[in-house]
């Protein structure tokens, strides 16, 4: 970033710092004189010093960052909090909205939680172990064929140790990197917040006190249906085969506890929000303490009583897998149903067309997250199925919902595919269209058609990204409806689609065989894919980076709806940032051009926007690249929306936007005086004297590369009084997801 490999940290640590040039660390003062005379002597003021800051390794550091991807579909509800429309904060149209949102979310820790059980405590403990034909092919099952490990109570108890691992798990990792990043505080603010947008609020980017209660929330959920898996399928041998009276009452009294639990658990979940107008350091330590560890002794409570000796008890079918997914699935579809119902109403109050999906962006993200968990759900509950099963066909399965769930995944793809195809038609009928533009803008009478058919295919598939709204909405709706049948066929009919589909049409037969192999066959190979995926993102740095693009997005907001979702690299960089710009201008009296491109751009926004009116007015911006109107602007209206945007315009010194017609990430802030022309993208049509090779087309990247960026970026700093140009520094190519302050 610097173009210097002589580079000295000036400040943070080994996950993000800020650098200079080694020349530079003496020519700026960074506190006050002792007699208060501004910058110290040697501090130079004739020209300015370029800084980087560095924060990739917040979201592509080390290997467990892989691991992050078995928390995907958390991310992604976690995003449709902040996708509600733009409408005055605190109206109970609003706080419904966050509440929605949040249930969802509790719902995707249940349906975890339920396919760990499944694997562990159904296909395993229960199927597998109980059937002496599967324990001959997995030996080490042995142990459970007969003996005091026979009785099925004890088998489940066993196996629950895996689920209830898993919850631990979830519970520790939210706990470390809730220290890590939730408890950094945000630099004190004297004045009042904007009521333009959340983002310049004291307490936004410190949600320690949340995250503290959703987190005790879902680890107790998490727990109790390991509980509840357990305890009633014990509860329902004592009630149906007549076992002891004292264990039946014992079962009756755990079916209330574990109710009265989950009780509790929606409470909290619905009880609090996010505390943004100040700087919330309060922990509700009963809660955060004693609801884990009361749903704790009700799982060593349910443990115990199903491990309790009952004569001639046996495993046979399957545990009630499609009461408890089919649940999960209805509650999930109603949620969503809900939540679009309350979007739509805050999206009328205050219309702006370019919101996605006219407000209901978020209940389509919601309904997306779902359909991912019941996928990576199923695919490893059919794939562990089919492992321990093999081709004998002596085990029932996994839930026959589960098996419906995947028969629809075809019929989803090909809706998906044909709107992908649909998309890239008329993109090439508009590369077609905008070839005489092309030529005409470069200033070609008669081009190479080659050369001029591939900037216009570049400039039309880049505003493909415009079009994804419209593919958002229709993979959300497509997935809602054929959900709500999968569900509907599974519990009225209690088979397979194969199963169910027998005696009727030929079609029908033949569509249901195909779809439920064709489905399985989908959903094992999405399962192999994901695992490989994050098997090779571990070892290797390059794919951890790639994934670390989809994190720069996924986790720049604080975790406000699900706390096992990745942390909010946000919650370290904004402060970051805010504190050095911040000590640096009062310190030295200076003044500041902070660049950013792509992600960084929003970084640098959001800074900006924590920053005091009197700091902020000594900020000048330079975005490149940015997304922060294109994507942030439409998919997350109530903070980037146009009135947001406009008022940090008017609150900093200066803001230029510069961007390409090829860049599918990056565009225009549609703001007056703001947006640059856009670059050429090539730099030249063809060969010149300058450009004597044929010059690449560019796209997201490489912005320096272009003469223009250093003349806009001149042009800052002659207006803030820094000078023309950075002596000694070149045009380099910002790595993406980096933000410099020179």
């Not at 490893?380 to 026959?400: E, H």
């Not at 803008?441 to 216009?456: F, H, K, L, Q, S």
């Not at 419209?470 to 569900?487: E, I, P, R």
Request: some cysteine; charged content about 20%; overall charge positive.
């Amino acid at each position: 970033m610097l173009d210097d490999p002589r580079t000295v940290r000036i400040t943070g640590d080994d996950t993000a710092a800020v650098y200079r040039r080694a020349d530079d660390v003496d020519d700026a003062g960074d506190t006050a004189d002792p007699d208060g005379a501004g910058a110290r002597p040697h501090a130079r003021a004739d020209r300015p010093v370029p800084e980087a800051y560095v924060w990739s390794n917040l979201t592509s550091g080390n290997g467990t960052r892989a691991l992050w991807l078995l928390l995907l579909p958390f991310m992604v509800v976690n995003l449709a909090h902040w996708m509600r429309p733009a409408a005055r904060a605190g109206t109970r149209a609003v706080r419904l909205y966050g509440l929605l949102v949040r249930l969802a979310a509790l719902s995707l820790t249940v349906l975890l939680v339920a396919a760990a059980c499944e694997v562990a405590l159904d296909l395993t403990a229960w199927q597998c172990a109980g059937t002496h034909a599967c324990v001959e092919r997995h030996t080490w099952l042995a142990f459970l064929d007969g003996g005091w490990w026979g009785v099925p109570g004890r088998r489940l108890a066993l196996a629950a140790l895996v689920p209830t691992a898993l919850v631990a798990l979830l519970w520790y990792l939210s706990h470390r990197t809730w220290r890590a990043y939730e408890s950094q505080e945000p630099l004190p603010r004297t004045d009042g917040a904007d009521t333009v947008t959340t983002l310049s609020r004291p307490g936004f980017w410190y949600g320690r006190r949340l995250v503290s209660r959703l987190r005790a929330a879902h680890t107790a959920a998490g727990l109790l249906t390991v509980a509840a898996t357990v305890g009633t399928a014990a509860a329902r041998h004592d009630r149906e085969r007549g076992g002891a009276a004292l264990l039946d009452v014992l079962g009756h009294v755990l079916e209330v506890v574990l109710l009265a639990g989950a009780v509790c658990v929606v409470w909290v979940v619905c009880g609090r929000g996010r505390t943004e107008e100040r700087l919330d350091h309060k922990i509700d330590r009963h809660i955060v303490r004693r609801l884990p560890l009361g749903s704790a002794a009700v799982l060593a409570l349910s443990l115990v009583y199903a491990a309790w000796s009952r004569p001639g008890w046996t495993s046979s079918g399957r545990l009630p897998g499609d009461v408890t997914f089919g649940g999960i699935a209805v509650v999930q579809g109603a949620v969503a149903v809900a939540l679009a119902v309350v979007a739509r109403k805050l999206y009328t109050w205050d219309p702006e067309h370019r919101s996605a999906l006219r407000g209901l962006g978020g209940p389509a993200v919601v309904m997306l997250a779902c359909a991912l968990g019941g996928v990576m759900s199923g695919g490893v509950a059919q794939r562990v199925a089919d492992w321990l099963d093999g081709t004998g066909g002596v085990l029932p399965g996994p839930p026959v919902l589960l098996t419906w769930q995947a028969s629809v995944i075809p019929a989803v793809l090909f809706v998906v595919l044909a709107l992908c195809a649909l998309l890239g038609r008329r993109a090439l009928s508009r590369a077609k269209a905008q070839e005489s533009a092309v030529e005409k803008e470069y200033g070609v009478e008669r081009g190479d058609p080659g050369r001029t058919r591939a900037i216009a295919r570049a400039r039309a598939m880049a505003a493909l990204t415009d079009r994804a709204p419209l593919l958002v909405g229709v993979t959300s709706g497509a997935t809602l409806l054929l959900g709500t049948a999968a569900v509907v066929g599974a519990l009225v009919s209690g088979k397979t689609p194969v199963g169910a589909a027998e005696g009727t049409y030929a079609f029908v037969e033949g569509a249901a065989r195909v779809g439920q192999a064709l489905g399985s066959w989908l959903i094992g190979f999405a399962f192999l894919m994901f695992v490989t995926w994050g098997r090779r993102a571990y070892k290797d740095p390059h794919a951890r980076r790639t994934i670390g693009i989809l994190w720069d997005v996924g986790t720049f907001w604080p975790r406000a709806a699900h706390p096992f979702a990745p942390p909010c690299y946000a919650e370290r960089a904004v402060p970051d940032l805010t504190w050095r710009m911040t000590t640096w201008t009062r310190a030295t009296g200076g003044r500041l051009v902070i660049s950013g491109h792509s992600q960084g751009s929003v970084l640098a926004a959001a800074a900006a926007w924590q920053l005091e009116p009197a700091d902020r007015g000594r900020v000048a911006l330079l975005t490149y690249g940015s997304p922060i109107e294109r994507l942030y602007g439409r998919w997350f209206p109530a903070h980037f929306g146009p009135d947001a945007l406009k008022a940090l315009h008017e609150d900093v010194d200066r803001w230029r936007n510069l961007y390409r017609l090829t860049d599918p990430i990056g565009g225009p802030v549609r703001l007056p005086d703001v947006d640059c022309v856009p670059f050429a993208d090539p730099l030249e049509y063809g060969r010149t004297t300058l450009h004597p090779l044929p010059a690449p087309l560019l796209g997201h990247s490489d912005y320096q590369a272009d003469p223009r960026f250093a003349r806009e970026r001149a042009d800052l700093l002659a207006r803030l009084g820094l000078g023309a140009r950075v002596p000694g520094q070149a045009d380099p190519a910002c790595v993406p997801n980096e933000a410099q302050a020179p």
